[in-house]
């Protein structure tokens, strides 16, 4: 009894308990405690979130909305707007989150960096989803993936991510690049090749978006006719430049919605920031026009949740993984051949928590080559849906160069969106011909009438009018097989 009366608090289990006050990376850390942000810390701008051991607070759980550090328990409120939980590793977390590197309001114009909890998938209820690790499954220079089967209704998705983020030091491949896929039937059916010449060869059955940029890897099936579908599976060739363990969610289901969210990010583009319930008058003007396109399919915008990025991360960015300082976010430069910048953009959507295409209004994008004039970028044909936080996980409009013209905007916005929700180009600038739908105009190299490589005026009267025509136009009709397409995709709710 003595050894109790001394010891009172350990033996009544008071919670109070622990080492109040000491740094922590997690609850892991604090015993009986919580790991919380530390209130009487200076908020630094780009520093680390202090965190130390302490009880939560009056605020909400993690995965609660807020847009101030007060809205939550632990006073860890994300940038891309919702609570969060510190961690130092994935064990930390729920089975359903990942641990992220995150940024986390703590003053009006300042952001602080640290580890969080974050969901790895936010989408309709209707929708299927199983993560699987593969340990060891990536070994250069190409990995053959099996893939499970598709469902029959509606559409399936496979994101593939490497879990090392890495920089690699070759100039082909530098995250996980498809070669080809195929059914694994007793006699494999070709659905893609990127050895293919399809300029010359027939469109692929059932394309998949390569290029330096995206990452994680995303295979649509079906995109194009439902006759891809195998029961047998898939398998999918990588090409690799380092060994790495991989990660395959597979997200499935058939979705009868017509609403799409979406969430603006505010990233150094002048003379934007949030207003109202549509964004401040370019922006609520040009989503009248996506609308207005999207109608074609049944699809509107529903929800825009906007959210600033204040502070210097606009302009500094973010370091790559091998350390080296990368060129901002405002002004997306061509670096090694690719825009780096942009899988530390589309991480800023971490911890989102809701079902929504992330815009990130950006200043300018550099231009590939000398004619050419990028308006944005999307993350992937499609992206990887419902999955915040990933390199992929948006689309980058270059705002300036449209400033003062929302009809331009829009049909940008709309055009990026449908990549992003599986639409190919109807045909490429070289007459290459990804887009495996029937009903979809092609321009091939035939078409070229002064043989200086194909133009607008060229593709006049074969595919210009598409919303999905490769260059700058006013094209926005889409098909019906392009509806279709728009249709299945499982973010719509």
């Not at 590793?89 to 602080?112: K, S, Y």
């Not at 079906?222 to 898939?234: K, N, R, T």
């Not at 008058?281 to 207005?292: N, Q, T």
């Not at 430069?333 to 971490?350: C, H, I, K, M, T």
Request: proline share 7%; glycine share 10%.
């Amino acid at each position: 009894m003595l050894g109790c009366a001394l010891l009172a608090l350990a033996c009544n289990g008071d919670p109070s308990d622990g080492p109040r006050g000491a740094a922590c990376a997690d609850d892991r850390d604090c015993e009986r405690l919580s790991c919380v942000a530390d209130a009487e810390a200076a908020a630094e701008d780009l520093s680390p979130l202090a965190l130390v051991c302490g009880t939560p607070g009056a605020g909400g759980p993690p995965r609660s909305r807020c847009e101030q550090p007060s809205d939550c328990d632990r006073g860890v409120c994300l940038l891309a707007g919702s609570c969060a939980e510190p961690c130092a590793d994935d064990q930390a977390c729920a089975d359903d989150e990942r641990c992220q590197a995150v940024f986390a309001r703590n003053a009006a114009d300042a952001l602080q960096s640290l580890s969080a909890c974050v969901r790895r998938v936010d989408l309709p209820d209707s929708v299927s989803v199983q993560s699987q690790v593969q340990s060891a499954a990536l070994e250069p220079p190409v990995t053959e993936i099996e893939l499970a089967a598709a469902e029959e209704a509606g559409a399936t998705l496979y994101v593939l991510e490497r879990l090392t983020d890495t920089w690699p030091d070759g100039e082909r491949c530098r995250t996980l690049c498809p070669r080809s896929l195929y059914t694994r039937d007793d006699a494999p059916v070709e659905l893609f090749s990127a050895d293919a010449d399809y300029a010359i060869d027939a469109a692929p059955l059932n394309p998949v978006a390569t290029g330096d940029h995206v990452h994680p890897s995303v295979v649509m099936l079906p995109i194009g006719s439902a006759d891809v579908l195998s029961p047998a599976g898939y398998a999918l060739e990588l090409e690799v430049e380092q060994a790495d363990e991989l990660r395959v969610t597979r997200l499935s289901g058939a979705t009868s919605g017509r609403r799409l969210d979406l969430n603006a990010f505010y990233v150094g583009a002048r003379d934007l920031q949030p207003e109202g319930d549509r964004g401040p008058p370019l922006i609520a003007d040009a989503l009248a026009v996506v609308d207005e396109i999207l109608a074609q399919a049944d699809i509107s915008v529903g929800e825009l949740r906007q959210i600033d990025v204040p502070g210097e991360l606009p302009l500094r960015g973010t370091a790559f993984p091998d350390g080296d300082g990368m060129q901002g976010f405002a002004e997306l430069q061509l670096r090694f051949g690719v825009y780096v910048e942009l899988p530390g953009l589309f991480r800023l959507s971490a911890g989102a928590g809701n079902p929504a295409v992330n815009l990130f209004f950006v200043r300018d994008i550099a231009p590939r080559s000398a004619d050419g004039e990028p308006e944005a970028e999307a993350g992937g044909i499609p992206g990887p849906l419902g999955m915040h936080g990933t390199g992929a996980s948006g689309i980058a409009i270059a705002t300036d160069m449209m400033a003062g013209e929302p009809q331009m905007l829009g049909r940008t916005l709309a055009h990026e969106i449908a990549h992003y929700l599986g639409l190919f180009h109807t045909s490429e600038a070289d007459g290459s011909v990804y887009d495996p739908l029937d009903d979809t105009p092609e321009c091939r190299p035939e078409q070229d009438r002064d043989g200086d490589r194909l133009s607008v005026a060229d593709c006049q009267d074969h595919g210009a009018d598409n919303l999905m025509f490769w260059a700058k136009t006013s094209g926005t009709l889409l098909t019906p097989q392009q509806i279709a397409v728009l249709q299945r995709a499982l973010i719509l709710q």
